[in-house]
């Protein structure tokens, strides 16, 4: 009687430590670079939760921010442009955990809404001030480092579309700290 009380214990703490380890989900966050039209937009992050439904599927949320500012001197005279591209998306990541822990493979599909602002002054005065709201569809894949750890890094590269009047094709690449719970 003491072993078979004794061995259901052990089961139930193996069993405890097995389900307390199953990935549930994670959070990232970092820097973000795009590019559309010959334009570089080197100032960004992003920010994304994750939660896993199943090894290989899971539902994704990210909010992200690129800004981008220059300005230039003519006799005295200061132009300056400024821009900022806002996102938030939802949807789905498909993972490839089962390959490796070390190093899990991904791929996403997002679908949100994404707000870009304009301005553009000369010597301090305001002559172009825009900003507007369109729906946006970022598909992605990357990787997630970790070394079987909570803690890892993950690379991302993408492509977003902005579904406005002349639709924008936009490069993605993002690198940034996960963190698993």
């Known amino acids: 009687m003491r072993r078979a009380v004794s061995l259901v214990i052990g089961v139930l703490l193996l069993s405890c430590g097995t389900a307390l380890a199953q990935d549930k989900g994670d959070v990232s966050g970092g820097y973000r670079y795009l590019r559309s039209e010959g334009e570089s937009i080197k100032k960004g992050f992003y920010f994304d939760v994750t939660g896993h439904l199943t090894g290989m599927f899971s539902i994704v949320g990210e909010v992200g921010g690129s800004y981008l500012s220059q300005s230039e001197t003519f006799d005295g005279v200061t132009a300056e442009a400024t821009g900022t591209i806002h996102t938030f998306a939802a949807g789905v990541k498909l993972r490839a ?3 490796s822990p070390n190093a899990v493979p991904f791929a996403q599909f997002l679908f949100g809404g994404g707000k870009a ?7 301090g005065v305001t002559l172009f001030d825009e900003s507007s709201s369109d729906p946006i569809m970022h598909l992605s894949g ?3 480092v970790s070394g079987g750890l909570p803690v890892g890094v993950r690379v ?3 492509w977003l579309r902005v579904f406005e009047d002349d639709a924008s094709n936009i490069f993605t690449f993002s690198v940034g700290a996960k963190i698993g719970f």
């Open 156 to 158: 991302q590269v993408g």
């Open 97 to 99: 955990s089962r390959l």
């Open 117 to 123: 602002s304009v301005e553009a002054k000369v010597a």
């Open 142 to 144: 990357g990787v997630d």
